[in-house]
C-alpha cells in the first residue's frame, strides 16, 4: 500500500495532477479583488468594500503559505532542468517574498481597520498596487515554468526520465 502512495504518476506526483496552481490562483484571486474593492471604496467612500478587501486579504495570507508548501514539494518533484532552473529559482524567491510582504501589509491593514474601519489612506493603496505588480511579475515566471519550460507536462517528464534534458 505505501507502494502506490510513493508511486509517482506521468507528472511526476504523487498526486493527479498539480497542486500549486490551483492554490496560487486563490491567493491571485483574493488580492486582486481586495486591491480592486479599496480603490472603488476609496473613491466612492463606501466603507463596506473595505471589510470585503480585509477579509479577501486575511485569507489571502494564509493561503499564500499553503501555496508555497505545494509549490516547494512539486518544484522538487519536477526535477528541473538546467535552462528552467533560474526562472524557478526566481519564481521560489519572489514567491517567499511575496509571503512576507502580504503578510505585513494584512498586518498593517488589521492597523487600519482596527482604528477606522472606514477609511484607508493613499499609502495604504500605493503598498497594495505594489504588492498587485509583484504578484503580476510572480505570474509571468509561474505562467513560464509551464508554458514555456513544461515542469510536470507528460513530455517534459519523460524527457528528463530519458535524460534528454538536463
Not at 515566471?141 to 509551464?146: A, I
Request: net charge negative; charged share 10%; with cysteine.
Amino acid at each position: 500500500m505505501l507502494e502506490h502512495f510513493l508511486s509517482m504518476n506521468d507528472h511526476n506526483l504523487p498526486y493527479p495532477d498539480t497542486m500549486h496552481p490551483i492554490v496560487v490562483h486563490f491567493v491571485i484571486a483574493m488580492v486582486l479583488f481586495a486591491f480592486l474593492c479599496d480603490v472603488i471604496g476609496y473613491f466612492t467612500r463606501n466603507h463596506r468594500l473595505f471589510e470585503v478587501s480585509w477579509w479577501n486579504m486575511f485569507f489571502a495570507t494564509i493561503s499564500i503559505f499553503i501555496a508555497i508548501i505545494f509549490g516547494q514539494f512539486e518544484a522538487g518533484l519536477a526535477k528541473p532542468y538546467n535552462v528552467s532552473q533560474p526562472v524557478l529559482n526566481l519564481h521560489t524567491l519572489l514567491g517567499w517574498s511575496l509571503s512576507g510582504i502580504l503578510a505585513a501589509i494584512t498586518a498593517w491593514r488589521y492597523v487600519i481597520r482596527s482604528r477606522n474601519p472606514e477609511k484607508i489612506s493613499v499609502y495604504y493603496l500605493a503598498a497594495g498596487l505594489i504588492l498587485t505588480s509583484l504578484i503580476v511579475v510572480q505570474v509571468y515566471f509561474g505562467d513560464q515554468l509551464v508554458w514555456v519550460y513544461g515542469l510536470h507536462t507528460v513530455p517534459v517528464v519523460e524527457a528528463v526520465k530519458e535524460g534528454l534534458l538536463q
